[in-house]
């Protein structure tokens, strides 16, 4: 069963924004912490982003860092993922993760995955 829906995926020239969404169950949401983890063509997944469930907490990949922000809305059981700067190195499909601690998306085993969205910054 799909835990998690991802949105906002799409085509971006290099140096724009997107922000990816991640609607998840109340219970999903308000037990775990959440992120993201994408995968590029020809690549290992990799993480990218996480935040604990109290959103005391976040955790970017370097590559990320400075350019990437995660959110999370309580009332709505979201997860928001903005993406400013985009870089073509950040072209992949993003996977929106659930997992019982910040650790479990970081090392890329997360107990829940989203579906993925693709996102591709052009040169």
């Known amino acids: 069963q799909v835990q998690l829906v991802e949105s906002g995926g799409g085509l971006v020239q290099a140096g724009g924004s997107l922000r990816l969404s991640c609607a998840a169950s109340?219970?999903?949401?308000?037990?775990?912490?959440m992120g993201w983890i994408r995968q590029a063509p020809g690549k290992e997944r990799e993480f990218a982003a996480a935040?604990?469930?109290?959103?005391?907490?976040?955790a970017y990949a370097d590559s990320v860092k400075g350019r990437f922000t995660l959110s999370r809305d309580n009332a709505k059981n979201t997860v928001y993922l903005q993406m400013n700067s985009l870089k073509p190195e950040d072209t992949a499909v993003y996977y929106c993760?659930?997992?019982?601690?910040?650790?479990?998306?970081?090392?890329?085993?997360?107990?829940?995955w989203g579906q993925g969205t693709q996102v591709t910054v052009s040169s």
């Open positions: 993760a659930a997992g019982p601690t910040i650790l479990s998306i970081t090392t890329t085993d997360p107990k829940y």
């Open positions: 109340a219970r999903t949401f308000s037990t775990n912490a």
């Open positions: 935040i604990s469930w109290s959103a005391g907490s976040t």
